[in-house]
T-cell receptor, first 113, second 116 residues
Framework: AQSVTQPDIHITVSEGASLELRCNYSYGATPYLFWYVQSPGQGLQLLLKYFSGDTLVQGIKGFEAEFKRSQSSFNLRKPSVHWSDAAEYFCAVVPSGTYKYIFGTGTRLKVLA | DGGITQSPKYLFRKEGQNVTLSCEQNLNHDAMYWYRQDPGQGLRLIYYSQIVNDFQKGDIAEGYSVSREKKESFPLTVTSAQKNPTAFYLC???????????????FGNGTRLTVT
């Protein structure tokens, strides 16, 4: 079945440490790929997106994501986490030929001072 | 500033009552969406509308209804037929009908509905 998987429900990192949030998808063709961030009680904000070209994508707030076709993954990274990055992060895909966003179940990030 | 306004932020209702959630956008976007968010389940699509006076069911439309009489407005009614209505509801919009890579979703700040 087509799906988007975020295997980590919760992640805790210390401020200043590096971060990697995992996202895997199961679609035949490369879909459009997105990462969104949600602060508590708020809507979602787009961090970055990918469809083709350079497999390393830069986004806002110092985030980047790398597309790996062989692993069907689109992991989100940040070299040094700030306390304000504490939020929930959602990976989303739009399968080629459709316009329907499929969201993962989210990863909640906690940042320790 | 352009954006999506969802009101109210918190809504409480008794079981058996219908309730309507408001979503207004001043972004001049064609497409609008309603998502439901439950802990650990991500976002699930309830209804979407690509153009005024037209809308389609999403994955979990049962117990919900919508209208799109104006481009700016896409209200969602949670009916008494919805078995588990307590959730966080998010409205979103995008500039174009269909999907374009450079027109991702814009979200409102959500309405938390509690039904007791």
């Amino acid at each position: 079945a087509q799906s988007v998987t975020q295997p980590d429900i919760h992640i805790t990192v210390s401020e200043g440490a590096s971060l990697e949030l995992r996202c895997n998808y199961s679609y035949g063709a490369t879909p459009y790929l997105f990462w969104y961030v949600q602060s508590p009680g708020q809507g979602l904000q787009l961090l970055l997106k990918y469809f083709s070209g350079d497999t390393l994508v830069q986004g806002i707030k110092g985030f980047e994501a790398e597309f790996k076709r062989s692993q069907s993954s689109f992991n989100l990274r940040k070299p040094s986490v700030h306390w304000s990055d504490a939020a929930e992060y959602f990976c989303a895909v739009v399968p080629s030929g459709t316009y329907k966003y499929i969201f993962g179940t989210g990863t909640r990030l906690k940042v320790l001072a | 500033d352009g954006g999506i306004t969802q009101s109210p932020k918190y809504l409480f209702r008794k079981e058996g009552q219908n309730v309507t959630l408001s979503c207004e956008q001043n972004l001049n976007h064609d497409a609008m969406y309603w998502y439901r968010q439950d802990p650990g389940q991500g976002l699930r699509l309830i209804y979407y509308s690509q153009i005024v006076n037209d809308f389609q069911k999403g994955d979990i439309a049962e117990g919900y209804s919508v209208s799109r009489e104006k481009k700016e407005s896409f209200p969602l009614t949670v009916t008494s037929a919805q078995k588990n209505p307590t959730a966080f509801y998010l409205c979103a919009s995008s500039p174009s009908r269909g999907f374009t890579y450079n027109s991702p979703l814009h979200f409102g700040n959500g309405t938390r509905l509690t039904v007791t």
